[in-house]
């Protein structure tokens, strides 16, 4: 796993902000320590995910000594962030499901090999894209935008710790903030 190293600052009158000197643009803000460093996380994750779906390079992390060479350090709090992926790993998992829905799945995956499996998996991840994603014009609107330079919409988006929004900064930097915690 990949760790980026992030600077944290707080100016008087504003929330935490943390940018990544290795992946200009990245940058997130949180109204508390914990909160900066969970919406650094998913900022860094969707930068990185961005990136690669336009077929971007995606910069290996700098050493630390690097980044403390840099004058842009000056007034910042150096942290490191993990960049976490989804992993591909196969995970065996116990569900109970009615007897009629798995006739209908072992009908259905027949066709296709009868992989029972892969068919649960495929139906379940075309449902979770669906019901937590933007649509995909969206989405690759912005992705387009925010790499581009140019300004995209302000989007409203879902992640793990609650929802939050992503907009363009002044100077062009996308900045993810939480609008709203879950209860």
């Known amino acids: 796993m990949a760790s980026y190293i992030a600077l944290l600052r707080k100016d008087k009158n504003s929330d935490y902000g943390v940018e990544f000197p290795d992946?200009?643009?990245?940058?997130?803000?949180?109204?508390?320590?914990?909160?900066?460093?969970?919406?650094?996380?998913?900022?860094?994750?969707?930068?990185?995910a961005f990136l690669r779906e336009d077929g971007g390079e995606v910069p290996a992390p700098s050493a630390l000594d690097v980044i403390a060479r840099q004058p842009k350090i000056?007034?910042?709090?150096?942290?490191?962030?993990d960049l976490k992926e989804p992993s591909d790993k196969a995970v065996r998992i116990n569900i109970t499901v009615p007897e009629r829905v798995l006739n209908l799945i072992d009908e259905a995956a027949g066709p296709l090999g009868g992989n029972r499996s892969?068919?649960?998996?495929?139906?379940?991840?075309?449902?979770?894209?669906?019901?937590?994603?933007?649509?995909?014009?969206?989405?690759?609107?912005?992705?387009?935008?925010?790499?581009?330079?140019?300004?995209?919409?302000?989007?409203?988006?879902?992640?793990?710790?609650g929802s939050y929004k992503v907009t363009r900064v002044d100077g062009g930097a996308i900045l993810s903030k939480r609008a709203v915690k879950n209860v």
């Not at 937590?132 to 790499?147: F, G, I």
Request: glycine letters at 8%.
């Open 23 to 48: 992946l200009p643009g990245c940058i997130s803000a949180g109204s508390s320590l914990e909160e900066a460093r969970q919406m650094a996380e998913e900022a860094l994750a969707a930068h990185v």
């Open 74 to 81: 000056k007034g910042a709090v150096p942290f490191m962030v």
């Open 118 to 161: 892969a068919f649960m998996v495929g139906a379940a991840e075309e449902k979770a894209r669906m019901l937590t994603r933007l649509n995909e014009k969206e989405s690759t609107a912005w992705a387009k935008a925010h790499l581009a330079g140019s300004k995209p919409p302000r989007i409203a988006m879902t992640g793990k710790t």
